[in-house]
């Protein structure tokens, strides 16, 4: 940079020229300030265009960038995430008065080119990262992500680091029905858009067989689904036999549709949830239903294998459990292992199918462990196709957050408690330390700045440390829930050293106006008091509490 004072003359035209500029950048910037609120706080992936009086080098437009900063030539790199425009303008002039004499510098928000970084995840069409343009809303977002027929647009989920997940009602995507709040998007937002599982599903001897989406906050029964299809049953439907099948529940329920219609028995006109499937079977013939690409009835005078009968059915899915496949026969059910048959080769396990049969393939359910606490990505983890499970590869692709304490990462399996030091392993590259990880296991990495309060409380959720707050009042915040099962519960404090130490707290003092034994709460600490029968463990009921502790996002997705 040139000496100032020796490129421009000191002469009065020379002043009224600078002034009369400055003048007219005021007004610029003033013009420019309208296009952002003033109150608008620069997000990463926002896009500045930052305007230096006679400074071509360092004049133009700088993108935010994931350290929350843009970089200037000669200066470097000047924080702007959090702060407004007018607040990024004296932080770029302070800077540049390191280099420069008295620099004239104007900022401006250009929307045209900022851009949001966010996470789409569920039933879409696309999933994963995905760029949108600067002012776009959640629900804008799902729409160009392109929901699929079963996404569930009442329940479509926004998580942001640091702050409660929200729920959005985005139905009106798609029917008569308001479209929802519009919120903004900021930069790593997670959306996960769940399956519709108010959906029953017909088959086998119907008319029409086909699916009906359940009214809200209404149920249907077996004989009003299938006339709501249309046309009722077809000639050779076995009405004696129906099968109602359900998630959930192992063995399907059987449906008498002849003693239904033609005896009033109406205990057979089962109210239906979302996700079941009524089949209604062919008499002297075989079905194949669950989780196949294509749920089919057929009719043969010989008996067919199950590799036959898996490939008329269009064969398997990701979600088919081969490993639990029954076959519904004469009233019973016989269990047969497809996965030693389709993927070992073992061909004892090739059984006949006769007349009548039904092959049931369930839905798998996911291999999952839970991470709690200090880490940027919570809740369910799927690791049912990972061939390494290490807890130090969980962790890291959680990534903890800054004030997570890896020396005593806590691993709750079953009725066993393990401590596992990352950080030594991490420091001294010893992998003896690491463990793999389980399905049900439950990860709680200690977060320094955190309390958490759950269990029959009014509102359980993650308290901010604050040393001044005694335990009454993190109780009295709560509040205790109308499900409270006793007056006693628990601090649970997980020590440096990585044992753990539980306190009791006995809350019948209140009865005759006395506050409970002083409990001095640290960073880190977990508030328990325990639900109303059926009794669980503690670490059951974190589980069943995961909502509160998920950060997105998730993906989950």
Known sequence: ???????????PLFLLAVVSTCWLLTGLAALWADVASPEYRVQRGDALHVYVFDEEMLTGAYVVGAAGSI????????????????????????????????????????????????????????????????????????LIAGPTDRADLSRVTLSRQGEPTQQFDLRGLRADHPVGPTVPIEYNDAIYVPRLDSVVTVLGEVQQPGSVVLPENE?????EVIS?????????????????????????????????LQEGDISQN?????????????????????????????????????????????GFNAESDLANATVFRDG????????????????????????????????????????????EHTGPVNITNMRNTSLLKIISVAKPTPQADLRTVQVYRDDTQLTVNLKSIEQTGDMSGDIQLQPGDVVMVKDALKVYVIGAVGSPGIYPYDPDLSLF?????????????????AVVRIKDDGTTEVIDVDLSQLRVGELPMEVTIQAGDIIYFPPLKPRKSFWDHVRENLWILSVINILRD
């Open 1 to 11: 940079m040139q000496d100032r004072s020796r490129r421009y003359p000191q002469s």
């Open 71 to 142: 970089t200037l030539p000669v200066v470097g790199q000047i924080p702007v995430v959090g702060r407004n425009i007018a607040e990024i303008r004296v932080a770029v002039a302070r800077q540049l008065s390191e280099v420069l004499r008295d620099p004239v510098v104007t900022v401006r928000l250009d929307e045209a080119t900022s851009t949001r970084l966010v996470f789409m995840s569920g039933y879409v069409e696309n999933t994963g990262p995905a760029t949108v343009p600067f002012g776009f809303s959640v629900r804008d977002a799902v």
């Open 219 to 223: 149920t249907l029964t077996v004989l």
């Open 228 to 260: 709501k299809l249309g046309q009722g049953f077809a000639p050779r439907a076995d009405m004696k036999s129906a099968l109602l099948l359900r998630p959930g529940v192992s063995d399907p329920m059987r449906i008498d549709l002849q003693a239904l």
């Open 270 to 314: 089962y109210q239906l949830q979302g996700g079941d499937v009524v089949l209604v079977r062919r008499a002297e013939e075989i079905a194949v239903v669950g989780q196949v690409n294509s749920p089919v009835v057929f009719y043969s005078s010989e008996p067919v294998k199950l590799t036959e009968a898996v490939i008329r059915a269009g």
């Open 332 to 375: 019973e059910y016989i269990p047969v292992n497809l996965e030693s048959l389709w993927r070992f080769g073992d061909m004892s396990h090739n059984i006949a199918l006769d007349s009548g049969d039904t092959l049931i393939i369930p839905e798998k359910v996911p291999d999952e462990v839970v991470l709690l606490g200090a880490l």
């Open 473 to 489: 009042d993190y109780i009295t915040q709560a509040g205790l829930g109308q499900t409270v099962g006793s007056q006693v519960g």
